[in-house]
Structures are given as structure tokens and as C-alpha cells.
């Protein structure tokens, strides 16, 4: 490929991730106005949204260095071009749920309002009226407890689209440690041993 080729697709794909990253800043914002006017907090599709334009920002920054026929391949595939910042957008969702779960704590992530669950009505009903109504209830009214919170919420969104190897390298840690706790062997504890005793069945008695 010579070099005004290259400059061509590189305007080609320029233009189609201005177009795009237009389109989802419009819905991100008519996304917020809508939220304004509703109850719900419309957190999600703003999470998805952010991931999707850090996704976009990504391929921009490639672009210098991204190889001919992967350049290529982009200025001629409007598939090609949405499938990484696609892909930010569910990284961006599957990493706030860690946060909503506590697998990722700290002061660096956000915290949130938890969402009072009720599935009292499963035990003796088999419609859990009220299980079903929680769930919509945290779909419509999960959100950060405070403007830092939502501040940091928004920022790793944007990271979890702008690097693509981020969240799944969090999953593969995670399996990886659930794996290894699994894979540990159970303590064989005697008879008369106390619960603090556990070390010492597993490492013996320390030599004086």
C-alpha cells in the first residue's frame, strides 16, 4: 500500500468514527435529558455509552501505527470499525456489575446506593411478585452515593473501552483465583483442635 492509500483509508476511517462517536454523544445526551424527566436513572445505557466512546477514542489513537491491511480492512467495514467499541460498551457494563457486587473495591472505585432486593414472595409464591419488582427497581434506580462516585463510575467506563484487554484480564485474575481457592486442598483438623490451631496443622510446630 503506498502512502496516499493510506492517507485515503486513514480519512475513510476517520470520518466513519466521527460520524459514530457523533450519533453516541447525541444518544448520551438525550440519554441525560431523558433521566432528568423520569424517575430512572438510565445508568446503564449511560455506562454502555461511555465504554462505546472510549472504544472509539482507541481506534483513533491506533491509527498512525495500525498495519495496511488491518487499515484497510477498516475503511471498508463499518462491522470492523463498531466491533471494538461494541465491545468496550459491555466491558464498561460487566465492570460496573464488579463494582455492584464488591468483587472491586477501594477507594479508586465507586460506591453505590444499594437497591433494597425482597424475594420473600418466591418462598411461598411461585410468582415473586416482589423479586421481579426489585429487579426492575435496581435496573431503574441504581446509582453512584455521591458525585465522586459517579465521577469514578464514569472514568473506568471509559477506560474499560479504551482498553480492550482491561476487564478481561480482571475476569481472568478473578477465574484464576477462584480456580486456585478451589484447588486448595481442605484442612484436616483434629478432634481437639481449636479453630486458631488451622495454621498449625498445615505448617507443624515451630522448632524452638
Same mark, same amino acid.
Given at each position: 500500500?503506498?502512502?496516499?492509500?493510506?492517507?485515503?483509508?486513514?480519512?475513510?476511517?476517520?470520518?466513519?468514527?466521527?460520524?459514530?462517536?457523533?450519533?453516541?454523544?447525541?444518544?448520551?445526551? !438525550?440519554?441525560?435529558?431523558?433521566?432528568?424527566?423520569?424517575?430512572?436513572?438510565?445508568?446503564?445505557? !449511560?455506562?454502555?455509552?461511555?465504554?462505546?466512546?472510549?472504544?472509539?477514542?482507541?481506534? #483513533? #489513537?491506533?491509527?498512525?501505527? !495500525?498495519?495496511?491491511?488491518?487499515? @484497510?480492512?477498516?475503511?471498508?467495514?463499518?462491522?470492523?470499525?463498531?466491533?471494538?467499541?461494541?465491545?468496550?460498551?459491555?466491558?464498561?457494563?460487566? $465492570?460496573?456489575?464488579?463494582?455492584?457486587?464488591?468483587? !472491586?473495591?477501594?477507594?479508586?472505585?465507586?460506591?453505590?446506593?444499594?437497591?433494597?432486593?425482597?424475594?420473600?414472595?418466591? $418462598?411461598?409464591?411461585?410468582?415473586?411478585?416482589? =423479586?421481579?419488582?426489585?429487579?426492575?427497581?435496581? =435496573?431503574?434506580?441504581?446509582?453512584?452515593?455521591?458525585?465522586?462516585?459517579?465521577? @469514578?463510575?464514569?472514568?473506568?467506563?471509559?477506560?474499560?473501552?479504551?482498553?480492550?484487554?482491561?476487564?478481561?484480564?480482571?475476569?481472568?485474575?478473578?477465574?484464576?483465583?477462584?480456580?486456585?481457592? #478451589?484447588? @486448595?486442598?481442605?484442612?484436616?483438623?483434629?478432634?481437639?483442635?481449636?479453630?486458631?490451631?488451622?495454621?498449625? $496443622?498445615?505448617?507443624?510446630?515451630?522448632?524452638?
Amino acid at each position: 500500500m503506498d502512502n496516499n492509500e493510506r492517507q485515503k483509508n486513514l480519512q475513510t476511517v476517520t470520518k466513519k468514527l466521527v460520524s459514530i462517536t457523533t450519533v453516541a454523544v447525541i444518544f448520551l445526551a !438525550i440519554g441525560a435529558y431523558a433521566a432528568r424527566k423520569t424517575d430512572s436513572t438510565f445508568l446503564v445505557p !449511560i455506562v454502555f455509552m461511555f465504554g462505546l466512546v472510549g472504544g472509539f477514542v482507541s481506534i #483513533q #489513537q491506533r491509527l498512525p501505527s !495500525i498495519e495496511a491491511d488491518e487499515l @484497510k480492512l477498516l475503511s471498508e467495514s463499518w462491522h470492523s470499525i463498531l466491533m471494538i467499541p461494541v465491545n468496550g460498551g459491555i466491558f464498561a457494563v460487566v $465492570l460496573m456489575l464488579m463494582f455492584l457486587s464488591g468483587l !472491586i473495591e477501594g477507594e479508586m472505585f465507586p460506591n453505590f446506593y444499594r437497591v433494597p432486593f425482597d424475594s420473600s414472595s418466591c $418462598l411461598d409464591k411461585p410468582s415473586c411478585d416482589a =423479586f421481579k419488582e426489585s429487579v426492575m427497581n435496581w =435496573f431503574q434506580y441504581t446509582f453512584p452515593e455521591d458525585s465522586h462516585s459517579m465521577g @469514578k463510575l464514569l472514568f473506568w467506563s471509559f477506560v474499560a473501552g479504551f482498553s480492550e484487554r482491561f476487564v478481561p484480564q480482571i475476569i481472568r485474575t478473578t477465574t484464576s483465583k477462584v480456580s486456585g481457592e #478451589q484447588d @486448595k486442598p481442605p484442612v484436616q483438623k483434629d478432634k481437639n483442635s481449636l479453630p486458631g490451631d488451622a495454621e498449625k $496443622l498445615q505448617t507443624g510446630p515451630k522448632s524452638e
